[in-house]
Protein backbone atom coordinates (compact mmCIF):
# COMPACT_ATOMS: atom_id res chain seq x y z
CA UNK A 1 0.00 0.00 0.00
CA UNK A 2 2.84 2.33 0.60
CA UNK A 3 5.78 1.23 -1.98
CA UNK A 4 3.41 -0.10 -4.65
CA UNK A 5 0.90 2.75 -4.68
CA UNK A 6 3.80 5.17 -5.05
CA UNK A 7 5.11 3.58 -7.81
CA UNK A 8 1.60 3.70 -9.60
CA UNK A 9 0.28 6.67 -9.44
CA UNK A 10 3.21 8.35 -10.96
CA UNK A 11 4.07 6.89 -13.80
CA UNK A 12 1.09 4.99 -14.40
CA UNK A 13 -1.61 7.47 -13.31
CA UNK A 14 -0.14 9.54 -15.82
CA UNK A 15 -0.29 7.36 -18.73
CA UNK A 16 -3.72 6.19 -17.95
CA UNK A 17 -5.03 9.85 -17.20
CA UNK A 18 -4.04 11.02 -20.42
CA UNK A 19 -4.14 8.21 -23.53
CA UNK A 20 -6.22 5.48 -21.75
CA UNK A 21 -8.38 7.85 -19.39
CA UNK A 22 -10.21 9.52 -22.57
CA UNK A 23 -10.98 5.77 -23.86
CA UNK A 24 -11.94 4.61 -20.85
CA UNK A 25 -13.93 7.46 -19.76
CA UNK A 26 -16.21 7.68 -22.40
CA UNK A 27 -17.45 3.75 -23.31
CA UNK A 28 -15.68 1.53 -21.31
CA UNK A 29 -16.01 3.94 -18.05
CA UNK A 30 -20.23 3.68 -18.81
CA UNK A 31 -19.86 0.57 -18.86
CA UNK A 32 -18.42 0.09 -15.33
CA UNK A 33 -19.77 2.11 -13.37
CA UNK A 34 -23.55 0.28 -13.98
CA UNK A 35 -22.95 -3.03 -13.84
CA UNK A 36 -19.74 -3.68 -12.92
CA UNK A 37 -19.86 -0.63 -9.40
CA UNK A 38 -23.15 -2.54 -8.74
CA UNK A 39 -21.88 -6.28 -9.01
CA UNK A 40 -18.73 -5.02 -6.47
CA UNK A 41 -20.70 -3.59 -4.07
CA UNK A 42 -23.55 -5.70 -3.05
CA UNK A 43 -22.10 -9.69 -3.44
CA UNK A 44 -18.60 -8.61 -3.35
CA UNK A 45 -18.48 -6.16 0.19
CA UNK A 46 -21.69 -8.18 2.11
CA UNK A 47 -18.96 -11.13 1.80
CA UNK A 48 -16.11 -9.17 3.11
CA UNK A 49 -18.14 -6.99 5.83
CA UNK A 50 -19.02 -10.56 7.03
Known sequence: TA???QATT???AQATT???AQATTA???QAT???VAQA???P???ATTA
Open 40 to 42: TTA
Open 27 to 29: PVA
Open 18 to 20: APV
Open 44 to 46: VAQ
Open 10 to 12: APV
Open 3 to 5: PVA
Open 33 to 35: TAP
